[in-house]
């Protein structure tokens, strides 16, 4: 099961806030993408979670435009990725499986392959990724550096990231020594989202692109892998279910922090942002253990079906929220779009594939199913 429109679709909805091409790139808009990585529809309150809390989240979906059947790129980590960096569905992409390298990374984009950062980045956008990455290995000549990133902060291999408590963590190229204690326990995602802010903080004067590819909840679920679960003391829940609570819960907080910081900064207004999961919830064994726990809501199982399964259904992208929220409630669209549109640059790559959903957000008539049968085909209704 898959939740995340492709990235080519998510920053397409920042057309509407745009001015003609020839505006300047002051008056354009920052686009602020929230991914969070194997998290389930069901484990949201604005998709029916009843135990664990998500006011944050559940606020962009209220505030904003809610997708109730999108599909991502791919049904994994490394390809979902490819796909949303750089708008081609998987018959057309590079990198179409989990595909390791050792000691450290997976498969590269090709070296001229473009992603959105770089067009961004070409059209006067600051651009960052905080999280992680997992598309090209260090000296590979796609780390995100090489592929328009002017900040990179968090993880390069994905197999690395499953380590929440970790000795060492890359800012841009240079590997970062992490001093971990048993009475100082630093924990990635903590350090991520300040990275995260100080980008936001850095770069407010400027139209900026930030990609906060979170690495929760993301298993390894221990005790370990998480600050505290003492919120959660008064529960039957497991080991396993309260980790698990305590990493949705912490993304949530974390979400508001980034929202609160806009806010200080008087960019809410002129920030598109957009939440989503990379291809869906977790699979297997852990599945069905975090589908008996008390907090899932009911009818909610779908929803944590394994994400490497490409028979699924269909998953949900949990918000969106934009500068002046488009008008009416989507019925139908199709992704994925051409990320050029949002960059005010003329033609798009012409090997990108997807139609606009820009009609759907403005409450306006699709246009016709221009991706039928590709992978990256979403279905959004009210």
């Known amino acids: 099961m898959r939740i995340a429109l492709c990235l080519a679709v998510l920053v397409a909805a920042g057309l509407p806030l745009l001015a003609a091409e020839k505006s300047s790139v002051a008056d354009r808009p920052n686009i602020l993408l929230i991914m969070a990585d194997d998290l389930g529809m069901g484990d949201l309150g604005c998709y029916g979670q009843k135990q664990l809390k998500t006011p944050n989240i559940d606020r962009l979906a209220a505030e904003g435009m809610q997708f109730f059947s999108a599909y991502s790129g791919a049904s994994v980590c490394a390809p979902s990725r490819c796909s949303l960096m750089t708008g081609r569905h998987m018959g057309h992409a590079t990198v179409r499986g989990n595909w390791e390298v050792y000691p450290e990374g997976q498969a590269p984009l090709g070296q001229d392959e473009v992603t959105v950062a770089m067009m961004l980045k070409e059209a006067g956008y600051a651009t960052g990724i905080c999280g992680k990455w997992g598309l090209g290995g260090p000296e590979s000549g796609s780390d995100p550096n090489d592929k328009g990133f002017d900040l990179f902060f968090g ?73 505290s679960v003492d919120a959660y003391a008064d529960t039957n829940w497991s080991d396993t279910e309260k980790v698990y609570a305590a990493m949705v819960e912490g993304l949530d907080s974390d979400v508001g922090r980034v929202l609160e910081t806009l806010k200080e900064l008087e960019m809410d207004r002129k920030t598109l942002v957009i939440f989503a999961s990379d291809n869906g919830g977790v699979g297997g064994e852990v599945a069905k253990r975090l589908e008996a726990m008390p907090s899932v809501a009911k009818g909610a199982a779908s929803s944590r079906a394994a994400s490497a399964c490409r028979c699924s259904p269909g998953g949900r992208v949990a918000a969106r929220r934009a500068a002046k929220p488009a008008t009416g409630r989507p019925r139908s669209g199709t992704s994925c779009r051409r990320h050029a549109d949002l960059a005010g640059q003329a033609p798009p790559p012409a090997d990108v594939d997807g139609v606009s959903i820009v009609p759907v957000l403005l409450g306006k008539k699709p246009p016709r199913a221009a991706v039928l049968g590709a992978p990256a085909a979403a279905l959004a209704r009210a």
């Open 155 to 227: 993880y390069n291999c994905q197999r690395h990231a499953h380590r929440y408590l970790t000795d060492y963590l890359y800012c841009n190229r240079e590997r970062i020594k992490i001093l971990q204690a048993p009475e100082r326990r630093l924990y990635s995602q903590n350090l991520i989202t300040d990275a995260s802010l100080r980008f936001i903080r850095e770069n407010h004067r400027r139209p900026f692109f930030l990609f906060c590819a979170w690495t929760v909840p993301h298993g390894i679920w221990r005790i370990d892998q998480v600050p």
